[in-house]
């Protein structure tokens, strides 16, 4: 039974780049592709994007410029950087795995059906 | 981006009764809709996946359905564990997107 456990600080300042880290334990992070979502405090969720573990990134284009998404087999973890920090960036973040196929050469993916217990994070001076 | 249409955004029922969620797509995401529960201080949990794809352990009373771009879940008959917000996500083109939310609430 695959379990994911994010990581990072809780508290990080203006301006700065936010670096949490997702660590997969009771299964291989091969085969399947891995999430960050977001969720401010009492809203919604805000995909932010995905990576397979072969190295390809599908990023949320209203957050592309600050995202990077990076994945290490050897660990079995996956990583999330987002730059340029402001307080709208405050947010529980986690972390999710989800199942893709291939039909005639196209993605498609189905729901994310693991997810970590997410890791707040604050923005403030 | 596709915008997810999610309605009601609340609603108040009582236990046993059946409750229905739709949410709307801006334009065709085929199957590729998936229901989430999150409770109040918890991950989301996926519920459905693919429209109508049950996932292992989730009660039968939860069923997914669509027609066109309109998709529904269904509580048959609602559960006090089930008191909790529910959201659709489409993961057929990304960027994915979700419905806002339907916070479902003990009348």
């Known amino acids: 039974q695959v379990q994911l456990q994010e990581s990072g600080p809780g508290l990080v300042k203006p301006s700065e780049t936010l670096s949490l880290t997702c660590i997969v334990s009771?299964?291989?992070?091969?085969?399947?592709?891995w999430s960050w979502i977001r969720q401010p405090a009492g809203k919604g969720l805000e995909w932010i994007g995905r990576i397979y573990a072969s190295g390809n990134t599908n990023y949320n284009p209203s957050l592309k410029s600050r995202v990077t998404m990076s994945v290490d087999t050897s660990k079995n973890q996956f990583s999330l950087k987002l730059s340029s920090l402001t307080a709208a960036d405050t947010a529980v973040y986690y972390c999710a795995k989800g199942t893709r196929i291939t039909i005639l050469g196209v993605y498609y993916y189905y729901g994310m059906d693991v997810w970590g217990q997410g890791t707040t994070v604050t923005v403030a001076s | 981006d596709i915008q997810m249409t999610q309605s009601p955004s609340s609603l108040s029922a009582s236990v046993g009764d059946r409750v229905t969620i739709t949410c709307r797509a801006s334009q065709s995401i085929s199957n590729y809709l998936n229901w989430y529960q999150q409770k109040p201080g918890k991950a989301p949990k996926l519920l459905i996946s693919t429209t109508s794809s049950l996932q292992s352990g989730v009660p039968s009373r939860f069923s997914g359905s669509a027609s066109g771009t309109d998709f529904t879940l269904t509580i048959s008959s609602l559960q006090p564990e089930d008191f909790a917000t529910y959201y659709c996500?489409?993961?057929?083109?990304?960027?994915?997107?979700f419905g806002q939310g339907t916070k479902v609430e003990i009348k």
């Open positions: 996500q489409q993961s057929y083109s990304s960027p994915d997107t």
């Open positions: 009771g299964g291989s992070i091969s085969s399947y592709y």
